[in-house]
């Protein structure tokens, strides 16, 4: 196992949504490290808090108590405006269904979100590049309608690269894809996060995916049940890859 320096740090973290009689108690006592390049696995039943806590760590929403900390920085309490900044600038989302623009290309839907932080020029090398890199080279020019559903992902995956994000949040990557394909974009997460410093979250209900995951999270009724660090995780795909 490497050495990774601490990235993340949730103390105390609850998110409580609306009030009396219709208060759901969504987190509680959350207390969770994340390392850089780190490949955490978030498991856990239906409405056990999965992506209440993904939307915490990404930014998207704030905790009801609690603290998280970035780089030893809280981020509950920025402006509306800084925290934003910290969305857009450090953050790469990954979702079930891959809201590519469908009248944009390939390259075009990653080198869309490149220009953001980088002239259009390199944008566009940096969009192919990242392509190649999830094995799409040769799908660069194509239109997302012409793509199956695990390439469409993996261009998802570039385009949220394209920012090299310090964390890459990925809520149900796989869980509208076939079982095989679905293996193929979880596999190239795991290869992302050991290639690169960018700490990648994904929650799944795959439990399979237990076993490669450098820290598995389990959540059971908002409350964190299991959280573990594998000291040898399964390379994910790696039997497919030796037959
Ligand atoms: N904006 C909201 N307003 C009210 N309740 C919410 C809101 N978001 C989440 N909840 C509630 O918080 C609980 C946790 O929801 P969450 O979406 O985090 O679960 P999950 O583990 O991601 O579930 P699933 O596997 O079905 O996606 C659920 O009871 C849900 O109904
Ligand atoms: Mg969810």
Redesign the pocket.
């Known amino acids: 196992m490497v050495d990774r320096a601490p990235f993340l740090s949730v103390t105390g973290v609850g998110?409580t949504?609306?009030a009396g009689d219709a208060q759901?108690?969504?987190?509680a006592d959350v207390d969770v490290e994340i390392a850089t390049g780190e490949f955490t696995v978030i498991l856990?039943?239906?409405?056990?808090?999965?992506?209440?806590?993904?939307?915490l760590l990404g930014g998207m929403?704030r905790p009801s108590t609690g603290s998280i900390r970035v780089d030893g920085e809280p981020i509950e309490t920025l402006s509306d405006r800084d925290l934003t900044g910290y969305r857009r600038e450090r953050v790469g989302f990954v979702f079930q269904f891959y809201n590519l623009i469908p009248n944009l290309t390939a390259v075009e839907n990653v080198a869309l979100a490149a220009s953001l932080v980088m002239p259009r020029r390199e944008a566009a090398d940096t969009a192919t590049g990242l392509l190649e890199r999830v094995g799409l080279g040769h799908r660069l020019d194509q239109f997302p309608r012409h793509l199956s559903g695990g390439e469409m992902q993996r261009v998802a995956i570039a385009r949220a690269l394209a920012k090299r994000p310090a964390l890459l949040l990925c809520?149900?990557p796989s869980g509208a894809l076939d079982t095989v394909t679905g293996t193929q974009v979880l596999a190239q997460l795991q290869e992302t996060a050991r290639s690169t410093e960018t700490a990648v979250v994904v929650?799944t209900?795959e439990h399979t995916l237990a076993e490669a995951a450098d820290r598995l999270i389990s959540?059971r009724d908002?409350r964190v049940v299991e959280n573990r660090l594998n000291e040898t995780p399964e390379t994910i795909g790696a039997e497919e890859a030796a037959s």
């Open positions: 998110r949504f609306g759901v108690i969504a987190l856990g039943p239906s409405g056990s808090g999965k992506s209440t806590l993904l939307n929403d809520d149900e929650v209900h959540l908002g």
